[in-house]
């Protein structure tokens, strides 16, 4: 899941980004609101978090520009105690949901969950299919009940291919998802991960799209789950 936090308070965005991290989101963050439209131009991201308070563009404006450009993506502000008005003014902007600071992050990324499904179309928070389940909330998956012990990629892939079947997606896509700036991908990054989910789990999982990319069929096709081991 790709995030864009932008917050002007480098303490605080350190500590986001570190607590987000093992989730298995990739977080890019700016410290302005100019830097957040470009890189909301540029990029594609699943959820924005929002601080109000911003050097040279302030949140609002952000929020209002972005929604009147048509960008659809969820965003949570992050704002000061008692700035009632501040909040208000969010939501009718465009915000999805807010949050006050000083927060905590297990409050955020239980509302980050809560947006994500909702902007997926999802009422239930786990994901399942075909024997395998996914829970964002307790980073866990098990197969057929039994729990598999998945690194934070393995289970960062996974969770994009599972949130919508059928959607072939390409290793670009993928790495763009997974990997926020700066971090090194390697260029096999992605056949690897999908290597170890396929042993992990099982094989016909996963389906290779020649020249393509990945995708999880949806029920009905591919192999079936009584046959699945
Ligand atoms: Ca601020």
């Known amino acids: 899941m790709r995030v864009l936090l932008v917050e002007d308070d480098a303490a605080l965005a350190a500590g986001v ?21 470009q890189s909301l131009r540029r990029e594609d991201y699943e959820l924005v978090l929002l601080d109000l308070g911003l050097p040279r563009r302030d949140g609002l404006d952000v929020l209002r520009q972005m929604r009147a450009a048509g960008a659809r993506v969820p965003v949570l502000i992050l704002t000061a105690r008692d700035a009632t008005a501040d909040r ?6 465009g915000a999805d ?3 006050v600071k000083p927060f905590d992050v297990d409050e955020l990324k239980a509302r980050m969950r809560a947006l994500l499904r909702r902007s997926q179309g999802r009422p239930q928070p786990q994901l399942e299919h075909r024997g395998v389940r996914l829970d964002p909330a307790t980073q866990t998956v098990s197969l057929h009940a039994r729990v598999v012990a998945l690194s934070r990629r393995e289970f960062a892939l996974l969770h994009e291919l599972l949130v919508q079947p059928g959607r072939v997606m390409t290793r670009e896509q993928l790495e763009g998802l997974i990997y926020g700036w ?11 991960h999908v290597h170890h989910l396929r042993r992990k789990l099982y094989p016909a999982l996963i389906r290779t799209v020649r020249g393509i990319g990945y995708v999880i069929d949806r029920d009905g096709a591919g192999v079936p789950a009584r046959e699945v081991p």
């Open 97 to 99: 949901d807010y949050l």
């Open 88 to 93: 208000i003014a969010g939501l009718d902007a």
């Open 182 to 192: 700066g971090e090194e991908v390697e260029s096999n990054a992605i056949e690897v």
């Open 17 to 37: 980004c570190t607590a987000l991290r093992p989730d298995g989101y990739a977080v890019d963050r700016v410290g302005d609101g100019e830097l957040a439209l």
